[in-house]
């Protein structure tokens, strides 16, 4: 079946920087539009930021002009790089890959990856 699978989360002080990778398998991962979300315990999933399938991206306004999406169709795997870290960052951070067809919705998650920021 689908796979996401995301790495690189971790412990990091205030202003420090992380780099997250999902990679993804049995999917045409091109066809596909993907996001990083993120959880807080007792809080609703919310987009960090997606990137779609032409390379369109968009951002939380929390997170603009810190964070980066980036996809590489050829190796199957999206990433995050996250600038400038505060602990209000700090959450479980997830993968979604998503495609609409007239017939259906695929929509993918990973197991996620916790981040947390703390001095």
């Known amino acids: 079946q689908v796979q996401l699978v995301e790495s690189g989360g971790g412990l990091v002080q205030p202003g420090g920087s992380l780099r997250l990778s999902c990679a993804a398998s049995?999917?045409?991962?091109?066809?596909?539009?993907m996001g990083w979300y993120r959880q807080v315990p007792g809080n609703q999933r919310e987009l960090v930021a997606g990137?779609?399938?032409?390379?369109?991206?968009t951002y939380a306004d929390s997170v603009k002009g810190r964070f980066t999406i980036s996809r590489d169709n050829a190796k199957n795997s999206l990433y995050l790089q996250m600038n400038s870290l505060k602990p209000e960052d700090t959450a479980v951070y997830y993968c979604?890959?998503?495609?609409?067809?007239?017939?259906?919705?695929?929509?993918?998650w990973g197991q996620g990856t916790q981040v947390t920021v703390s001095s």
């Open positions: 990137i779609t399938s032409k390379d369109s991206t």
């Open positions: 049995r999917i045409t991962f091109s066809w596909y539009d």
């Open positions: 979604n890959a998503a495609r609409r067809t007239p017939q259906r919705l695929f929509d993918y």
